[in-house]
């Protein structure tokens, strides 16, 4: 499937995923992004896995761009889930914090989710290497 052919699909993924995100505890959809693991090593990947995943990443951020909703990491993280998971290609969802600002309260903490495979951030990259990882999650992953 082309990359243009996958933004009507992320479109209506990043629909739902903010629609469970916004009604749903996270136990009730985390399993879209795989099981939990200790491993933090991405998974290797063959050369058309790898087309495959840049081409889904390319499509969930371009569709997250122009949603009337806010489509930021977290739903960004469970469509393009879905997606590569629809397409054969193994994956690792990072969770990570880190401080916020100290002169904002509202913000003690920031968030961030991001999807690797292989050497490639799909979603939610570059990565801050000040986020401290909190959980990760797999699909396709031996071991």
């Known amino acids: 499937m082309g990359e243009l052919a996958l933004v009507p ?3 209506l993924l990043l629909g739902a995923a903010r629609f469970a995100i916004l009604i749903f505890p996270f136990r009730w959809y985390a399993w879209t992004l795989g099981a ?9 990947i063959s ?7 840049r ?3 390319r499509s969930v951020r371009a569709s997250a761009s122009v949603t009337p ?11 393009a889930s879905v997606l590569l998971r629809a397409g054969g290609v193994p ?12 002169d904002v309260a509202q913000e ?3 968030a961030h989710a991001w999807i690797t495979t292989g050497d490639l951030v799909v979603t939610g990259g570059p990565v801050d ?3 401290r990882v909190v959980a990760t999650f797999g699909s396709g992953i031996a071991g």
């Open 9 to 11: 699909v992320a479109l």
């Open 36 to 44: 939990s693991i200790d491993n933090q090593t991405a998974p290797g």
């Open 47 to 53: 050369p058309a896995q790898r087309v495959r995943a």
């Open 55 to 57: 081409s889904i990443g």
């Open 69 to 79: 909703w806010q489509s930021v990491c977290l739903p960004q993280a469970l469509a």
């Open 91 to 102: 994956f690792i969802s990072t969770f990570g914090l880190k401080p916020g600002d100290k």
């Open 108 to 110: 003690p903490m920031l």
């Open 129 to 131: 290497p000040g986020y």
